[in-house]
């Protein structure tokens, strides 16, 4: 490895408490121009018309203080929460490759404390010579590039599945089709609670927590906690094809993500997980659409409540949201349809997979000292 300077993040990124960039009001709209950041997942939470009080000193690392989940800046915006920091670099330190290096750090963020100045400032990394940071940072650039057009074509599916929900069942608003009403109350055989009991080391079944929920519906199982289960309590939290899962709880833009479990292994629903069993008028696959359709969305914005700084919604309230109820024989032809989508969205994935692996590789070398000197 090349003997480069170690230094400190907090030596070579300057933070800004994000206060007075907060917006005032969460009234959105994609007709206006700035948008509302957040660290998270969701990055864009919508758009402002707010004038004033706007950062526009990028480029920036946003960093969420809480979930130590970062994001590259390079344009103008407001905040959401004063729950992150606002990164600088130093004029020795090129901001892209911090940015690429603070993405190989892990954390356990389980505790409810800011990390910023408790662990990340402290954290030692190499810094090289800033023409290299910047050649190291082209690099990166352009193989991350490719892996975010892989994943643009797979959103594109996922985008091609909602339209194909639109334009078969139609505007669950409007009902332009005539449909029967209903809640979900009147299309589900059986509602449960996942476990209350943590993951544990050498735990015998694959335990199933809100993270393995992704926001557009699938079941992402690249990090699987594990658990132990008597057999006096398998039939009460385990899950079985065709189980519809749902997130009763998480940050107010990401509860409510919902999949099919669509594996014959034995697994355990933690907690924060609401197991669903459909009856005979609806099949899970378009119950899962509906609440992962844009109505579904903004409808279970709306109804959350939040407890303990998390949104929350509760068995009896996901029973009370109001769905459309086409015919058995449409929802099948819809299931089809998704079946299908998925076959091309796996074979994408896969691509993906190698990508990322390949990514991780060139990482390490690159952070090494392995290219460069």
Known sequence: MSKWEMVRLGDVLDYEQPTKYIVESTNYSDEFKTPVLTAGQ?????????????????????????????????????????????????????????????GTIKTDTQLHKRYW?????????????????????????RASALIEKRK?????????????????FGDPVTNPMGWERGTVRNIVAEVKYGTSNPANDGGQYPYLRMNNITYSGQLDMTDLKYINMPDSQLEKYAVRKGDVLFNRTNSKELVGKTCVFDSNEKMIIAGYIIRVRTNNRAIPVYLSAVLNS???KLTLRAMCKTII??????????????????????QHRFADYVRATDKSKFAMQRGLDKLELLYKSLMQKCFAGELFN
């Open 42 to 102: 969701s990055f864009i939470l919508g758009y402002t018309d707010e004038t004033e009080n706007i950062f526009t000193n990028y480029p920036v690392i946003i960093f969420d203080d809480f979930t130590a989940a970062i994001k590259y800046v390079d344009f103008s915006f407001k905040v959401k929460s004063s729950a992150m920091k606002i990164l600088k670099a130093s004029q020795a330190a090129d901001i892209k490759y911090l940015f690429y290096y603070m």
């Open 294 to 296: 844009d109505y579904g």
């Open 309 to 330: 700084g998390q949104a929350n919604i509760n068995a009896q309230e996901l029973q009370d949201i109001e769905i459309l109820i086409p015919p058995l024989p449409l």
């Open 117 to 141: 100045i408790s662990k990340y400032a402290n954290i030692e990394i190499p810094l090289p010579p800033l023409p290299v940071q910047q050649k190291i940072a082209d690099i990166l650039n």
């Open 152 to 168: 643009a074509q797979i959103d594109k599916l996922d985008l091609l599945v909602k339209s194909r929900f639109v334009e078969m």
